[in-house]
């Protein structure tokens, strides 16, 4: 009816499958799709049929492989593609940490993305933004175990390391880290011209080399199964775009404090603030409306203001 072979259906049907699409085939039948939901496709296709923003992911450009998608947000941004403007990819060639790391991005099932900003923000709010996308992968992290059989969600417990990594604990098990977020800026004529949020999400990855396996997990060991990335990839954008007109409205976090801490797993535990100059240790108590960590200190001196960037904080018993 198509006037198409059998061979050249063959050969799409291997392309789908190398693309991830589980197919069935019965000798003398053909062949059928079983569910896509459970299959872990990530293409432009798949993240835009979850994605529900106004702006945030529009448009969404999806390679296989790059350099750095927060690299190439700046390239676009200087061709002038809009705020919003998302780079999705499944391999990174030079992939970027903080401090000037780098972030190996392995085809191991993952998801690295970057997502371009134009705000209209005093530079000295602009840190925060991490922060939020930090709430926004958390909140998206739950939305993702919703959908998960529930005796492997009830094991995992998601939860915010601040100021901005998205950490799991397994079975009550030490937190482990999922997610990274570099976030760059460009200015010109001491204006911000652009942003971009950069996150690696570690979603099927398996293996971790010994030197990160003690702090790094994926959403996939976590749960014991193979997670959507696609659908993650838009959970994740669709509470950006929520939460990035919360923050906005105000510049500061009157509106998302309460969201975060729901996540803060440092709350409430002993932490080592690690400032070259006075290191000291305490109970951490939350954050404040700038997204700075509250903690006070085990000498009974009054509580002290962490910005992030600043000084990093660590666990007494562990990473968190
Ligand atoms: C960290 O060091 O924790 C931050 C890692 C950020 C990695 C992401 S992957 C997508 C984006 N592109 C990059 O080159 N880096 C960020």
């Known amino acids: 009816m198509l006037g198409v072979s059998r061979t050249a259906v063959w050969k799409n049907i291997q392309k789908l499958k190398e693309e991830g699409y589980p197919i069935e085939a019965v000798t003398n039948k053909g062949y059928r799709l079983l569910s896509v939901d459970e299959a872990d496709i990530l293409d432009r296709e798949q993240i835009a049929a979850k994605l529900t923003t106004v702006w945030a992911g529009r448009p969404l450009i999806y390679k296989e492989e790059t350099g750095s998608s927060n690299d190439d947000i700046f390239v676009l941004a200087a061709q002038g593609y809009p705020h919003g403007t998302l780079v999705v990819t499944s391999r990174q060639t030079a992939g970027k940490g903080r401090r000037g790391r780098t972030w190996i991005s392995p085809k191991e099932g993952n998801v690295y993305m970057s997502i371009l900003l134009k705000p209209d923000l005093p530079a000295e709010v602009t840190p925060m933004l ?16 919703a959908a998960q059989p529930q005796e492997s969600a009830a094991r995992c417990r998601f939860g915010i390391k601040w100021p901005n990594d998205i950490v799991v604990s397994v079975d009550d098990g030490p937190y482990r880290k999922l997610c990274g977020i570099l976030t760059e800026m460009r ?29 790094a997990t994926s959403y996939g060991l976590a749960l014991g199964r193979k997670v959507n990335r696609a659908s993650l990839t838009a959970y994740t954008w669709n509470h950006f775009e929520e939460n990035y007109s919360l923050f906005t409205q105000t510049q500061d976090f009157s509106k998302l404090h309460d969201a975060y801490e729901q996540g803060l797993v440092n ?34 001196s009054a509580v002290r203001t962490i910005a992030s960037g600043e000084v990093s904080v660590r666990g007494v018993q562990g990473y968190v």
């Open 187 to 215: 200015m010109e004529d001491r204006e911000i011209s652009a942003i971009t949020i950069g996150i690696g999400l570690n979603v099927n990855q398996m293996e971790f080399a010994p030197e990160i396996a003690e702090n």
């Open 130 to 145: 991490t922060v939020v996308m930090a709430l926004s992968v958390y909140q998206a992290s739950l939305d993702m175990t």
């Open 267 to 300: 709350k409430g535990r002993s932490v080592h603030v690690l400032d070259p100059r006075t290191p000291f240790t305490g109970t951490a108590v939350g954050i404040n409306m700038q997204g700075e960590l509250l903690v006070q200190p085990d000498d009974g």
